[in-house]
């Protein structure tokens, strides 16, 4: 399953034919659709609890609720929610039929749910690193509220990113990808300076060519500097996990019981894309 060897490329290949994105190799679809799905109420829960919070008790009540989305965190934590909502609609699709609704799309949003799988197994770290290792005071909250709301912010989104590391039967991402992410990094540093000119605050004090002058620029390409790195890190544990559950373990992976497009399992074997499941092969036999 290749997504095209440039930036721009989408691929001409058969599509997941083993469907990586929506199984696992130790969860059924249908418990992999419920990890999905729970994670992505949690999410969605906890967001708007955040924003309804803000525009009870905040300061400037909901003008903090609209400043929340000027943050880096909170919109990789809204990328995470959507997600694993589009994630569970496609292993419930697959799970209930054996075709997953991703199959169905054009290649260009399959590309596309690729890299957004590949933004949701780096930004979560680079968040949880910001934070924790700049950013945390070093004294716990007093208010309840806060401390759960950073853990669930700045702690849970590195353990769900770990989840699709891990249990998922995803591919390691396409080192094309790496552009893409320092791209969006970009377009939050633009962001970032546009809610300075329209709000009159910077989201992060690091930020701030007035109190860390040459310091930002240090800051700027460190981070971006590390999101590479923390890419490197997710395709080697992608990496890692693929070795040991398949070839190690043969541990292929749990399917669906109705495995329609069963043909490509032959169209795969001569494209030699990927491994094939051990499932498919004893399936095959049977014709």
Known sequence: MAI?????????????????????????????????????????TTLVFILVWYCVNGATHCTASQDEFSYFTTLTYWGLGFYFLAAATHTFTYARSGVALLDRFPRPLQALHSAFYTTIVVYPFVVTIVFWGRLYSGHWFTVAFEGWSNVSQHAMNSVFAMFEIVVARTNPPPPVHMLWLILILALYLSLAYLTDATKGFYPYDFLDPSKQHALVAAYVFGIAAGCLILFGVAWGLVWLRRYITETRLGLDGKFAHARAQQPETYIEMAKHTEPLPRESMQQGRSF
């Open 4 to 44: 095209g060897r440039g930036p721009f490329a989408f691929g001409t290949d058969l599509w997941d034919p083993s469907h990586r994105f929506e199984t696992s190799w130790i969860l059924s679809p249908w418990a992999l659709f419920f990890c999905r799905a729970l994670f992505s109420l949690y999410i969605f």
